[in-house]
């Protein structure tokens, strides 16, 4: 397992996006995998960066672990910012069209949609969420 602690500022996205691409290539992760965790990775990270810790700011921790048995990676955003549930909103209805359909939603729902698991726990003053994907 290895992990990352940085500022949780949407500047650092790149930053976490290479940690985490550095171990998915140790692994020979296809493509497809890597761009889909890619996408997770910015959209969870900028929403730590934009949202957790506003006005104030503060730091995230990203961890990675592989699994072996399939393989498998999981990548865990930690932080202590405002207690926040992103899998508790209702999907958005993407058979509406882009003007009809409300704001906000459409990125944690294609990362539900890209990841094998995803995972939030609100523990000991920390946001927790964890994502899933087979390689």
């Known amino acids: 397992m290895k992990e990352l602690t940085i500022a949780a500022a949407v500047e650092n996205i790149e930053k976490v996006t290479a940690f985490v691409d550095s ?3 140790e692994l020979n992760c296809p493509m497809k995998a890597q761009m889909q965790i890619d996408i997770a990775i910015d959209e969870l990270f900028g929403n730590i960066a934009h949202y957790a810790y506003y006005p104030k700011e503060g730091t995230a ?3 990675v672990e592989v699994l072996e048995e399939p393989l498998a990676v999981v990548i865990t955003f930690i932080d ?3 207690p926040y549930d992103p899998l508790k909103n209702a999907d958005p209805d993407i058979t509406l ?3 009809e359909r409300e704001i906000g939603g459409l990125g944690i729902y294609m990362v ?3 990841m ?3 995972f939030y726990e ?3 003053g920390q946001n927790i969420l964890k994502i899933r994907k087979k390689i």
């Open 112 to 114: 539900k949609k890209s």
């Open 80 to 82: 202590n910012g405002v």
């Open 116 to 118: 094998d698991d995803i």
């Open 97 to 99: 069209s882009a003007e």
């Open 122 to 124: 609100y523990r000991d």
């Open 61 to 63: 921790t990203v961890r």
């Open 23 to 25: 171990q998915l290539e």
